[in-house]
């Protein structure tokens, strides 16, 4: 008889106290031990994790392992990639969210994703025009044609990510399309027809069919992210890749790459070689990130 047993596993999720943790074939509802609220860091979605069960007792959650990132919108860890999923129409496009979600993702080494969705209603060519020349994928999908839905399964193959964006802008209508098992709530259905079988009140891994696991997250308003800092000042310019190539051309070592005479990103910007959206978010981030007191900075190195 097996008394006592350890396992490592993937914690999917958390709630009420309880973590359900993936390991092999099974999933363990687990409880966490009071040490890890002593060290100020609580289990997440995406942690790898040491469990010890025992017969006719609770799972427990014994140790975490080192992360390799983590974010705090969503709160999740451990992503290869963050979907950033915008609605072409309804609700309309907001770049500062994008732009700031983007930097989160970059402080993190996170690889962020562009998912453009509802191309049945508009194309929004001037976004693909602003983020597929700095390299980032923007991949367009339509839940009611089946656009794209194809090219978003192949991105998601095999990797870890979350998808994140405002509510409703189509995040659960599309996983739901990717893999119908998850069988998601969505806008229509909660309306209709009640509930769905997952709500998506906490982030979630869910496996994949093809391999890889998805994170469906509730819903930020754009009020909601402007809460959250992104980055430090100090490393706000290179969550910006575009502006990489010009940091260290500037005519101030201290420059803030805002306003200074001789700066290389406001030069380049000028240009035409860096986008005027992209630099007007970074201003706006700036200003929202640059009086931060120490003790406010802490903890919100991700979003
Ligand atoms: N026209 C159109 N509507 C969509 C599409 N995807 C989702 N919707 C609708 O948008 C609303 C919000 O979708 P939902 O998936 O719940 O968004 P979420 O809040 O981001 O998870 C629902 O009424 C969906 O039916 C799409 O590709 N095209
Ligand atoms: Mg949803
Ligand atoms: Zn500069």
């Not at 996170?110 to 453009?116: F, V």
């Not at 405002?166 to 990717?178: C, E, F, M, P, Y």
Request: aromatic residues 8%.
């Amino acid at each position: 008889m097996i008394m006592k047993q350890e396992l490592y596993g993937l914690i999917l999720k958390g709630i009420g106290g309880f973590y359900y943790v993936k390991a092999g074939e099974a999933v363990y509802e687990c409880k966490a031990r009071g040490l890890f609220r002593k060290q100020s860091i609580s289990p997440l979605a995406g942690d790898r994790v040491k469990l010890e069960t025992e017969e006719n007792q609770d799972a427990v959650i014994t140790e975490i392992m080192p992360r390799k990132n983590v974010l705090t919108r969503p709160p999740i860890a451990n992503l290869d990639q963050l979907a950033i999923v915008v609605a072409s129409c309804s609700p309309a496009p907001n770049t500062l969210v994008i732009d700031k979600t983007i930097a989160a993702a970059e402080n993190q080494g996170i690889a962020p994703i562009l998912i453009l969705t509802k191309t049945d209603l508009g194309q929004v060519q001037w976004l693909r025009d602003i983020y597929e020349p700095i390299g980032f994928p923007v991949v367009r999908v339509s839940s009611v044609t089946g656009e794209g839905i194809e090219q978003v399964k192949e991105v998601l193959k095999g990797k870890t990510t979350a998808f994140t964006g405002n509510s409703g802008v189509g995040k659960s209508s599309l996983l739901n399309r990717i893999d119908e098992r998850l069988g998601l709530e969505t806008g229509e259905i909660s309306r209709k027809l009640g509930r769905g079988r997952h709500t998506t009140r906490q982030v979630e891994l869910f496996a994949l069919e093809d391999g890889g696991y998805v994170a469906d997250t509730p819903g930020f308003s754009a009020i909601q992210l402007e809460r959250y800092h992104v980055v430090k000042k100090e490393q706000l310019p290179y969550c910006f890749r575009e502006f990489r190539p010009y940091l260290d051309q500037c005519r101030f070592p201290s420059c803030s790459h805002t306003c200074e005479k001789g700066c290389a990103v406001v030069q380049a910007m000028e240009e035409g070689k860096i986008s005027r959206s992209r630099h007007d978010n970074y201003l706006a981030l700036y200003q929202e990130v640059k009086d931060l007191k120490e003790w406010d900075k802490k903890g919100n190195a991700a979003l």
